[in-house]
């Protein structure tokens, strides 16, 4: 542990942030949405989820001790405010939806996750460093980030042995996630625009 590091209690606080804002509210939020049968809430957040598997792809990687895993967590922090506010049709269903709790506590959610993506955006950015020099995630500056994942290796998979698995794994993720995306952004949104309506 890099204890000697002054920033470390705030990565600590990033990363649980990021459990409470970004896994559990938005898998009760879809619980409740399909509950309530609010399917454009449903909508966005099944969005959500495919965007913000960048977050887990992140994880894998930083496991592995892949610095690219920098870069790509601050893609996610960009990626996923757009996707929240990105479908114009989606936004309008929700606008007229009647006032209920579910939607009041999915907008507040919608509008704490874009604050909080929007925040560590600017907060991250010094650390993108981290992604481009190999001697640089050895250091405390940069492994100080890799606490978090390392020790959910431990927890979910402390029977391998060999963590730069783990990161192939989170390779072979990050490159199937930009070519959805790419095939996305190529080929769907043009015709789509900014409707979430297939």
Not at 57 to 75: A, D, E, K, N, V
Not at 88 to 112: C, G, H, M, Q
Not at 113 to 126: D, E, N
Request: with cysteine; aromatic share 20%; net charge positive.
């Amino acid at each position: 542990m890099n204890n000697d590091v002054w920033f470390r209690p705030l990565v600590w606080i990033d990363y649980r942030l990021a459990v409470l804002f970004m896994v559990i509210f938005p898998l009760l939020l879809l619980s409740w949405a399909f509950f309530q049968k609010a399917e454009a809430i449903q909508r966005i957040l099944i969005i959500y989820w495919r965007v913000s598997s960048l977050l887990l792809i992140t994880l894998y990687l930083m496991i592995g001790g892949f610095g690219i895993g920098f870069l790509s967590s601050w893609i996610a922090r960009l990626l996923i405010p757009l996707e929240l506010w990105f479908w114009v049709d989606l936004n309008e269903e929700i606008e007229y939806y009647p006032n209920s709790l579910l939607k009041v506590i999915f907008t507040s959610w919608r509008w704490a996750v874009s604050t909080y993506c929007l925040f560590g955006l600017v907060a991250f950015f010094p650390f993108l460093s981290c992604a481009f020099s190999k001697d640089s995630i050895t250091t405390a500056y940069c492994g100080v980030w890799l606490e978090a994942p390392l020790m959910f290796k431990e927890y979910f998979h402390s029977n391998v042995d060999k963590p730069e698995f783990l990161g192939i794994l989170g390779i072979i993720g990050l490159i199937t996630y930009v070519v959805y995306l790419g095939y996305f952004i190529l080929f769907k949104l043009g015709k789509k625009r900014r409707s979430a309506l297939e």
